[in-house]
């Protein structure tokens, strides 16, 4: 059964809608009001508890690079302190967060290694 993850539990804190942002090349639905961390569980709540964070904003494992969009400066956050905002782009991942994301196949940009000819 693959229920989407429509389903907030008391992880996420209260939201009326979901927000637009971009992880690593691909398009997300995730909940307002919420901590980027915990967006990243909203996508993938399989793999990211699993993940070795703090989510306490000391251990680093959750650094990224982002932007607000096109016209916006990019910047390095924590993604456990960083409140999630419609349209933000997340360009970098800390390499914890790509592995726990890996089930998205998303569009690292430095790893093209494979891809090229099949599947
Ligand atoms: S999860 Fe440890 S610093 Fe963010």
Redesign the pocket.
């Known amino acids: 059964m693959s229920t989407p993850p429509g389903v907030p539990g008391p992880l996420y804190k209260p939201f009326e809608k979901l927000v637009k942002i971009n992880v690593l090349g691909k398009d997300f639905e995730v909940p307002e009001g919420n901590i980027l961390?915990r967006a990243f569980q909203y996508i993938a709540p399989e793999t990211i508890p699993y993940g070795r964070?703090?989510?306490?904003?000391?251990?680093?494992?959750?650094?990224v690079h982002f932007d607000l969009g096109p016209d916006s400066p990019n910047r390095v956050a924590?993604?456990?302190?960083l409140m999630v905002q419609d349209g933000m782009r997340v360009t970098e991942a800390a390499q914890e967060i790509r592995y726990c994301l890996r089930t998205l196949k998303l569009n690292p940009p430095e790893a093209k290694a494979e891809g090229s000819g099949g599947n």
């Open positions: 961390l964070f703090c989510w306490n904003e000391e251990c680093q494992y959750c650094r924590l993604s456990c302190k």
